[in-house]
């Protein structure tokens, strides 16, 4: 007979599942959401490798269109406009590669639901509110290659100059036909941010909009690089900082393409104006968050349980 928890194991199997759904459930979705988020694995020699377990690949037709993040078990972040409707669409996680062959770790997962925001507009140089939210249709299975990026707090304020880390599958020179060629390994740059003023500053010298109408509003949030210039071809993919030891999500990048220079700094989608709303959402079905794992798996184990002798 299999081990029983607090003589468990005895009672008859339907009551056992609906005291522990009613009892245990709610006690685990108390648990902080904050315990193994933004924590990545990374070997001694960085020079050679370093993984960033929350980046995501967002498929259609199993052809890659944008990037993301992923934020707990369930819920991928990515940006509104690389949806399409009536449109299937997958993810990949787990792997640097972006044509991984088949005896790889690469997580390919079915997109359940998408989530656009609700006050997305989306027009060249007034994009609003470029934010989504992908429900992927089975949970994914945390381990050193697949892991959640944390979320910042509402009122959190990232301070200018802040160094940063944008990722994706981007080359990483621009040449003079302005191409973007996706390349087969994940690339990564390190950016500094920047005022809101200063950017929409830039972005005026080469707009014909008058000043006084704001191209870069308190809902987005710029970064430059202060070195090489670096393009990507990830829209959607994820703008990460590490503060006080905790890699968080602090943008989402906004538009087709990007070469991320002092000259024309990334223009991203500013997560701590989207955190209550993603809050929202995702805690529909009481979908447990990405550090909960361990007693999301106790849980499992205890339904498993036989009912009795």
Known sequence: MAPSLCGLGAWPGSLRRWLLTCFVTPLLLLLPSNLVCGKPWWPNNLKEIRHWPWEVSLRMENKHVCGGALINLFWVISAAHCFQSNKEYSVMLGSSKLQPNSSSRALKIPVGDIIVHPKYWGRWNFIRSDIALVRLKTPVTFNKYVQPICLPKHNFSLEVGTQCWVTG??????????????????????????????????????????????????????????????????????????????????????????????????????????????QEQTSHGAVLGPCRVPCLLCLSWLLQLPGGP
Request: charged share 20%; hydrophobic share 30%; glycine share 10%.
């Open 169 to 278: 599958w981007g080359k990483t020179k621009q040449h003079s036909s302005g191409n973007l060629t996706l390349t087969p390994e994940l690339q990564e740059a390190e950016v500094f941010i920047i005022d809101n003023k200063r950017c929409d500053h830039i972005f005026h010298h080469k707009s014909f909009y008058p000043r006084v109408i704001h191209l870069i509003r308190k809902n987005m949030i710029c970064a430059a690089s202060y070195g090489e210039n670096v393009c990507y071809g990830d829209p959607g993919g994820p703008l990460a900082c590490e503060i006080d030891g905790r890699w968080i999500l602090a943008g989402v990048l906004s538009g087709e393409k990007s070469c991320n220079k002092p000259q024309n700094p990334g223009v991203y989608t500013r997560l701590t104006k989207y955190t209550r709303w993603i």
